[in-house]
């Protein structure tokens, strides 16, 4: 068995951030099992599959804070999903989108405590590791008006953001998976430009009015931006599980994470064009020149048929990417390159660096 000398020789120092992470999980989470051995970290299940469900674990507890910033703030506070008691003037900015958006924002929260919850529950049952990042919540977060004021996981107000996959699902063209030089040209190009909050930083940030709208159309871009990550995560990781009870969970959560992007890139194509007053972050009208046309309508919201597997096959109208290779550790670098981590530790990203490179080892029908 060349597992442990691989990890004592290759990645010693990294390996010792993930027992410390384990051990952390274990003492929460009655039925959890130390680590006596690599593979009792899996208990029942393949080291991969267990693996993949960590990976998945961990995203979804980062997902779940940065959705609870959002719930605080702008959605609805209850007995579903508690903490903080709403900000009015960000909640109005966000409506002008949607006037169901704290509606939506609330239920998305409630979904990612779900999988969380249920994946770690899952992992447990079976005696495996799960996972538990209690010990990263070291983040303050907004200071404003309804925020509950706990330290977090994450950091929203220093976004930079990707959006690109707008252009990509509109694509009829181009398939990342099999165009990975090609450019996808971003909706919102300042975005992707510099650092900007999603939520309001303090009551500050509450005018003038362009400024707390800014935040909210920055708001309604990252929720799409990232669930369309979710949604090629599932998918891509799905193809390296060996057990069909597994494979089972992917492909039933993965879809919820494809409604939450359908739902958001609608919510997104509403935010009105404006320039912020304080830092010139404009928001174009996708609409009108030199935007426009099919790769930047607003009203097109459903995946254009692309180019899936081979050009000698016929286009199709499908998620992508979907490559399994390097999945896990691509989500994380998504995330990271996004800002959503600025501030965390480097034990976090050892951390989180591990579980990533464990879920992308599985193989299917691997023991
Ligand atoms: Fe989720
Ligand atoms: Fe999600």
Not at 160 to 173: E, F, G, I, K, P
Request: glycine share 10%.
């Amino acid at each position: 068995m060349n597992y442990l000398p691989k990890r004592l020789t290759n990645r010693a120092n990294r390996r010792s951030f993930i027992k410390k992470g384990l051990a952390a999980a274990g003492a929460a989470t009655a039925g959890s099992v130390l680590l006596a051995s690599p593979e009792d970290h899996s208990g029942k299940l393949t080291k991969g599959d267990a693996a993949i469900l960590r990976f998945l674990a961990a995203a979804e507890i980062l997902e779940t804070d940065f959705w609870v910033q959002y719930n605080e703030l702008g959605g609805i506070p209850d007995s579903e999903v508690p903490g903080g008691s709403g900000n009015p003037t960000y909640t109005a900015a966000l409506k002008v989108l949607d006037g169901d958006m704290d509606q939506y924002i609330h239920d998305n929260t409630e979904d990612e405590f779900t999988h969380q919850n249920f994946i770690n529950a899952y992992l447990a049952s079976k005696g495996a590791a799960t996972v538990n990042l209690e010990q990263f919540r070291t983040l303050p977060g907004s200071t404003a008006t309804g925020s509950s004021g706990i330290l977090r996981l994450t950091n929203l107000m220093q976004l930079t953001l990707d959006t690109s996959w707008w252009t990509r699902y509109r694509s009829r063209a181009n398939n990342p998976d099999l165009d990975p030089g090609f450019t996808f040209p971003q909706a919102i190009p300042g975005l992707a430009g510099g650092q900007f909050p999603a939520i309001p930083r303090s009551n500050a940030d509450l005018s003038p009015d362009a400024h707390i709208q800014a935040i909210a159309n920055t708001a309604g871009f990252h929720m799409p931006t990232i669930e369309q990550g979710g949604n090629s995560l599932y998918p891509s990781l799905a193809q390296r599980v060996t057990h069909s009870e597994v494979l089972r969970i992917l492909l039933s959560i993965g879809p919820t994470e494809t409604a939450h992007f359908q739902t958001w890139q609608d919510k997104a194509g509403n935010a009105p064009p404006l320039t912020d007053p304080t830092n010139g972050l404009v928001f174009p009208d996708l609409n009108s020149p030199p935007f426009g046309g099919e790769d930047f309508q607003t009203n097109l919201i459903m995946p254009e048929p692309c180019p899936f597997l081979s050009r000698k096959l016929p286009v199709c109208s499908i998620i992508r990417p979907t490559e399994t290779k390097g999945a896990a550790k691509g989500a994380l670098k998504f995330l990271t390159a996004m800002g959503l981590f600025i501030g965390q530790s480097q034990e976090f990203f050892a951390f989180l660096g591990d579980l990533a490179e464990d879920a992308d080892e599985a193989r299917r029908g691997g023991q």
